[in-house]
């Protein structure tokens, strides 16, 4: 009922930039918050950064100050995005989206996409 694609990963180097998106679709009636996580092979998975729907944010330490996560500037927010500046090699991992809300049927929704590889090299 509901879809998140990520797109924009791939291969950086130490020190560069990279930037995720993620567009939501489905039987939609609204979006909450919208975050990335990451997993690193042989790792949990951990958050990388949430923002509300307010615009309210959430960073974790390993990214704080060198990521930005936005939503799209439209009624209905159904895109975010993740800018990584200042890539380490410990950023290698599977990102993944994820999106909470409300579908039409006034069911609640929490889904995660499907995951895309972003690999820095020193």
């Known amino acids: 009922q509901v879809q998140l694609v990520e797109s924009g990963g791939g291969l950086g180097q130490a020190g560069g930039t990279l930037r995720l998106s993620c567009v939501a679709s489905g039987n939609i009636n609204s979006i909450n918050a919208m975050g990335w996580y990451r997993q690193a092979p042989g790792k949990a998975r951990e958050l990388v950064a949430t923002?509300?729907?307010?615009?309210?944010?959430?960073?974790a330490d390993s990214v704080k100050g060198r990521s930005t996560i936005s939503r799209a500037r439209d009624n209905a927010k159904r895109t975010v995005y993740l800018q990584m500046n200042s890539l380490k090699p410990e950023d290698t991992a599977v990102y993944y989206c994820?999106?909470?809300?409300?579908?039409?049927?006034?069911?609640?929704?929490?889904?995660w996409g499907q995951g895309t590889q972003v690999t820095v090299s020193s």
């Open positions: 994820n999106a909470n809300g409300r579908l039409w049927t006034d069911s609640p929704f929490d889904s």
């Open positions: 923002i509300s729907r307010g615009g309210s944010t959430t960073y």
